[in-house]
């Protein structure tokens, strides 16, 4: 008689969400934003279901002090539609870090989600603010190794 392999899948009831502390001073955005995007959808927990919420919160100090490698700040454009005819705007990377610097970040992360209301939930456990300073400190956030 063959041994049948039982695979578990996660409900809601499962989930057990944490808070994790990351401190992106000095990190490529790609890279971070890669990571960050695994924590939010569970992947690096035993019981990751693609279809369900498994991930933690994740708060990101820092924001402003990323790096891109080569010559992104300048070459790098972000690109956003009003909808009406001619309205593309059209932003450098450097001039968004000027204006909005959570919102490089959260770009990347966000288009590495899945798409639909599912990755809205999980965007929605990210915070990031571009300073050291963070209104979480009742959650205890634990720091994440990114090596």
Known sequence: MIAMKKTTLATPEDRVRRWRLVDADGQVVGRLASRLAMVLMGKDKPIYTPYVDTGDFVVVLNCEKVVFTGTKWTNKIYRHHSGWI?????????????????????????????????????????KIYAGTEHPHAAQNPEPMNLK
């Open 86 to 126: 001619g309205g593309l705007k059209e932003t450098s990377a450097e001039r968004l870090r000027a204006r909005h610097p959570d919102r490089i970040l959260r770009l990347a992360v966000q288009r590495m989600l899945p798409k639909g209301k599912l990755g809205k939930g999980m965007l929605k456990k990210l």
